[in-house]
């Protein structure tokens, strides 16, 4: 993996990045990209090894991004690198296609170990997330439902109600979204359906009670 392409909307992010990237993968052939729609521009222009993507910056913020970077480079690896909770969002983003799932919380020792991982052809998954991949092979998809919540809800749910939770309307959330209105509003009915809630407030309290990461960010 010698050409990478880094895609983070904040630049001491990138900083710290791009030197482990080059003691680990040897390389300096590193490019930047500060949102999304600047990633997907640089992939359309040229071969890369290698994305670490940020998933909360400019033009993201939803599961459809892994698909879109594949399809454009079917051979790319995405290494997931955000601050959104590998325990809700991890193995969503792995199933989708990304190699691998970093929390940006976590020691750049781990970039450094996820990195390897990659180069070596692996998938990377944390501790944690390892564990919660054989519980939910070894347990029925009800126990570990009823462990968790909001992994009854799809993808697409998800992107809906962390949109939803940080105060945007249907309308807001159907711009930012590129889907219709009443699209948004059929999603956020089963949201509060599968979560037996009533409201945004308790929509906020079973994601703080289920998740180590602040979602209102």
Known sequence: MKRVLLADDHS???????IIIKE???TEDIVHAESYDEAKRKIQEAQYDLLILDLNMPGGNNIRMVQEIL?????????????????IYALRYIEAGAMGYLNKSTSMLELRDALERLKE????MSDSVRDQYIEILTKSK????????????S???????????????????A???DLNP??????????????????IPDLIKIFSLNTDQQFLD
Do not use: C, H, W
């Open 12 to 18: 001491i992010v990138r900083l710290g990045a791009s």
């Open 142 to 153: 009800t126990e570990v439902n009823k462990k968790n919540p909001l992994l009854t809800l």
């Open 121 to 124: 052809g692996k998938k990377y």
């Open 71 to 87: 399809n454009l480079q079917p051979e790319i690896k995405i290494l997931v690198f955000s601050s959104y909770d590998e325990q």
């Open 24 to 26: 680990v993968l040897k």
């Open 175 to 177: 711009k930012a979204m």
């Open 155 to 173: 993808d697409r749910e998800t992107d809906v109600a962390k949109q939803l939770i940080k105060g945007y309307g249907v309308v807001d959330v």
């Open 182 to 199: 009443s699209t948004v509003s059929t999603y956020k009915s089963r949201i509060f359906k599968k979560l037996n809630i009533k409201n």
